[in-house]
């Protein structure tokens, strides 16, 4: 490991000095007493200069450095600011704000799928068994959602108990099967509730092309998930209809 000192920064100034300091020993018995004295003091002024100088840079050094710090850690209380703003707290998905920027925003660049799920029967789980135990259930759905979803998928939290799936550049078709592969996870998923009941929900999904809007896409999907709901729970129902641009 490298020990090695940092430079002097007033290497050269040192180097003055001390010749400077050797200069007036020597000069003992060539020089007049005055001149003598007066070089005397000006080599105390400089000295007494260059620790003063050395120490304010030193306290600089500190100052910045605490500086640095500082920035970094209000860079790191920025970027959580803007985690919880944008983020659901009890999963960390993103919340109903963050999800509707991001669907706008994808309908600017191009065409997009939207699966909208909802746990079936969860006033019945908060009801019997506990808030605590509810939020767990949501915490696990989630992950079953997570392990399931492409890569380019974004989920969101938009409800109590419902979910936004956002699939930019997928067709209805694929993301009907997305939709499919979720509620297999969600079912198959040991949820260990206390009486050993299993968990499902129900999907509505709509595919909307480029220049639509959050509202329209989700509206429809919305209604595709009810349509799941009548028709029995735990299945996945596609929108008639496509959201028409704004």
Known sequence: MDTAAPPDLFDAESRALQAARAAYDASATTQSEPCRQALGELLTAYERLLRETRRLVRRSDRAEFDMNQLNLRLQDLAAELEYRATHDPLTGVLNRAAIIELVNSHFSDGDIALIVLDIDHFKRINDSFGHPTGDRVIQAVVSCLKQEVPTTAQIGRVGGEEFTVVLPGQGGDASGQVAQALRRAIE??????????????????????????????????????????????NQVALASGHAQPA
Not at 189 to 202: H, N, R
């Open 188 to 233: 198959a998923y040991a949820f260990d509730l206390p009486d050993g009941s299993g968990v499902t929900a129900s999907f509505g999904v709509c595919w909307s092309p480029r220049g639509s809007n959050f509202d329209s896409a989700y509206g429809l999907a919305d209604e595709a998930l009810y349509v799941a709901k009548r028709g029995g729970r």
